[in-house]
């Protein structure tokens, strides 16, 4: 408990993530060792919707592993927020926390079903993990405008990429914008999320027509330009030849002015919208950031307006989305990044002593001292298996049966004995013989699977037991005991491999 009491406030950074996953990594143990396939315990988990604090109570296991994985996306989109992105090694960092978030919710959103809570539903996870890859792109965007800046590249393709990568930026916002306007999410998303990305949209788009008028309106285009100019546009452009165009300083410049002329239209929406939010009032930067941008826009657009032009405005057609990354990578959470010791070790192995199979009451038996063997087969290690048992002889006899595990000899614990020491302690008994406690397992169908699964790293495609993750489990009627889990508040966002088996080593005697 103390561990789940100090995951519920874990700190913002590499240790908090550390604890979260270690829990998260416990939580397969526990489900493995006490949590039966095909029932479930009276253990109630309670936990908060992170945006309307709405409580939620489940006795399925998986409904923890859930909240803790939502805690992780979670946490990591705080860590990225909080990275100084004024550097291109703070800029690589919120990228690469945003990634691992939408990594942990995509993970989340593809295996687990029929969350209890709206937060937790497909449609609000596709939302979120869209949201942190809109994160990703604009760290990208900012990336690449450091990068001219520092640089001191102030080219005409310079200008271009930054325009393509501003409209790429817009466009996975609007996905963002679309996903919170679906019938379930259109009433839960705080308006004040739906006003940002709504901000975002435009102002990116603003920004993406600016750039591109930059080029347009500067004193000369020159051939590198130009090739940059014949993949910039989306379809055929109105007009005469954009090669032509580019060329005839007059034509190019009243092209720049209609991009302008956009950027302004779409720098005072995104002021608009800004404004209708109340939230947004105590957010200064913000405003003082969209204000500056409108005014450089609106400036350099009144500098050509002052100049005689009696000829019909052109249209601004659409600018290409490019970006240099062309897909943001989605990092699946590394469950074997952070390694952790069974807490239940001393119940013996996880293979035998686990909550999928079936064990009968534990049994003593005395195996006398005789001149003959014992007439057994042993087999294995860590418990060691009695594979057989030879009938009219001392084991049958003594009643040992054939699938029994030894679990201790004359007092000592040999769950996790090899299978030298079962032995040694067996032929060296003493005159009174020895006293041997086994039990007898049935494992189930589905312990034989998943007996000796790990959580491992994996991708978030990959395919794992649904029983593992699924929390739709049929609830049994009849009297319990119910034990109680206090749960946290989700915090708000901003297949194991199999082990080796008993060896196949014999002994008999």
Request: proline residues 5%.
């Amino acid at each position: 408990m103390d561990l789940r009491q100090a995951m519920r406030t874990p700190s913002r950074n590499q240790t908090g993530l550390d604890l979260l996953m270690e829990y998260y990594n416990q939580l397969y143990y526990l489900d493995q060792r006490f949590f039966p396939p095909h029932r479930n315990l009276g253990v109630h988990f309670h936990w908060y919707d992170s945006l309307t604090g709405v409580p939620s109570c489940q006795r399925a296991l998986a409904f923890e592993k859930g909240s803790v994985l939502f805690n992780l996306g979670a946490l990591y989109t705080q860590i990225g927020a909080r990275q100084d992105r004024t550097t291109a090694a703070g800029i690589q960092r919120a990228i690469d926390a945003f990634q691992r978030a939408a990594g942990a919710l995509n993970y989340l959103k593809e295996n687990f079903s029929n969350a209890p809570s709206l937060d937790m539903s497909g449609p609000a996870l596709c939302m979120l993990v869209r949201l942190m890859v809109a994160q990703v792109q604009e760290c990208a965007f900012e990336s690449l405008a450091l990068g001219g800046a520092r640089d001191g590249d102030a080219s005409s393709t310079s200008s271009l990429r930054l325009a393509q990568e501003a409209a790429r930026v817009s466009d996975v916002y609007l996905l963002v914008q679309q996903s919170m306007s679906q019938p379930l999410m259109k009433d839960y998303v705080p308006f004040s999320w739906t006003s940002m990305v709504q901000v975002k949209v435009e102002h990116f788009r603003a920004l993406s027509h600016y750039f591109a008028a930059v080029v347009l309106c500067g004193p000369t285009c020159n051939e590198e330009a130009e090739k940059a100019f014949v993949h910039f546009y989306v379809g055929a452009r109105a007009g005469p030849p954009l090669g032509r165009l580019l060329r005839d300083s007059q034509q190019r410049r009243k092209l720049g002015k209609a991009h302008l002329r956009h950027a302004v239209m779409r720098h005072e929406e995104a002021m608009r919208l800004h404004g209708v939010c109340k939230s947004f009032r105590k957010m200064d930067i913000l405003q003082d950031v969209l204000a500056a941008t409108h005014k450089r826009s609106l400036d350099k657009y009144s500098e050509l307006d002052r100049e005689d032009d009696f000829d019909p405005t052109l249209e601004a057609p659409e600018i290409r989305r490019k970006s240099a990354r062309q897909k943001p990578d989605i990092a699946p959470p590394n469950f074997a990044a952070v390694r952790v010791a069974d807490i239940f070790r001393r119940l013996g192995p996880l293979s035998v002593f686990c909550g999928h199979t079936r064990r009968g009451p534990a049994r003593s038996v005395c195996l006398p001292r005789t001149e003959g063997g014992l007439g057994l087969t042993l087999r294995g290690d860590s418990p060691v298996l009695v594979a057989g048992v030879a009938a009219g002889g001392c084991a049958a006899e003594a009643g040992l049966r054939e699938g029994d595990y030894i679990v201790s000899v004359d007092g000592r614990d040999c769950k996790w004995a090899k299978h030298a020491e079962v032995v040694s302690l067996l032929q060296n008994r003493d005159v009174k013989g020895a006293r041997v406690a086994v039990v007898h397992i049935c494992v189930s169908s589905r312990g034989k699977e998943n007996a000796d699964q790990r959580p491992t790293s994996r991708s978030a495609k990959g395919r794992g037991p649904a029983s593992f993750l699924n929390w739709n489990r049929k609830k049994r009627e009849g009297a319990r005991t119910h034990l109680c889990a206090t749960g946290g508040k989700k915090k708000k966002p901003h297949q194991g491999h199999l082990t080796a088996r008993n060896s196949a080593k014999e002994t008999n005697g």
